[in-house]
């Protein structure tokens, strides 16, 4: 069974200033998707970014980008220039192509503090 | 284009009873996920219908169930409600008709169900 593990219950930063998640998965698929997604204290989940398994470019999406390490299974978020509005909780997410089921891990809850 | 809806979006239900929980998808999306959210266990997969058929299903008893109608509307159904079953149920949709291999998927708001 796939299982994604998220090492950081708790995380801060100071605003304008970088912070970076960690992520390690598990699969023996090699078709597959990996996510992070913010769930803000309104509870809607947000898709922040993707990354297809068999791109070996990094994703970005404006402040946002992530180091994806393939053969350490490996897949941490970089948020860039911190606003107060990124203060939410992060959960790293897997997903095996063709299937709509996504594996979350257990989050990481960040603080921007101003 | 209207987003993902669930209703109720809070509920209190006591012990042995049961519950039903409705997810709107977005128009034309063909697939609905059910997660549960709980501190402890965090979020859970339940069960994903596509075109009124369940294609995939998650580690839980058979107390919670769903369905999915013509017009991809779901439902999911918990009988003999348990103090554990209080959480977080969210819903999410995706497969647009004419979609592709990967389709983003989009979540509802959440019903939060309190079970005393």
Not at chain 1, 27 to 49: A, G, H, N
Not at chain 2, 14 to 20: A, D, E, F, M, P
Not at chain 2, 92 to 99: D, R
């Amino acid at each position: 069974a796939q299982t994604v593990t998220q090492s950081q219950p708790e995380m801060s930063v100071q605003e304008a200033e970088t912070v970076t998640l960690s992520c390690t998965y598990d699969t023996s698929e090699s078709d597959y998707y990996l996510f992070w997604y913010k769930q803000p204290p309104s509870r809607q989940m947000i898709l922040v970014i993707r990354q297809e398994a068999y791109k070996q470019q990094n994703a970005t999406e404006n402040r946002f980008s992530v180091n994806f390490q393939k053969a350490a299974k490996s897949f941490s978020l970089k948020i860039s220039d911190s606003q107060l509005g990124d203060a939410a909780m992060y959960f790293c997410a897997y997903r095996r192509g063709g299937s709509e089921k996504l594996v979350f891990g257990k989050g990481t809850k960040l603080t921007v503090n101003p | 284009k209207a987003g993902v809806t669930q209703t109720p979006r809070y509920l209190i239900k006591t012990r042995g009873q049961q519950v039903t929980l409705s997810c709107s998808p977005i128009s034309g999306h063909r697939s609905v996920s059910w997660y549960q959210q709980t501190p402890g266990q965090g979020l859970q997969f339940l069960f994903e219908y596509f075109s009124e058929t369940q294609r995939n299903k998650g580690n839980f008893p058979g107390r919670f169930s769903g369905r999915q109608f013509s017009n991809s509307r779901s439902e999911m159904n918990v009988s003999t409600l348990e103090l554990g079953d209080s959480a977080l149920y969210l819903c999410a949709s995706s497969s647009p008709i004419g979609g592709s291999t990967y389709n983003e998927q989009f979540f509802g708001p959440g019903t939060r169900l309190t079970v005393l």
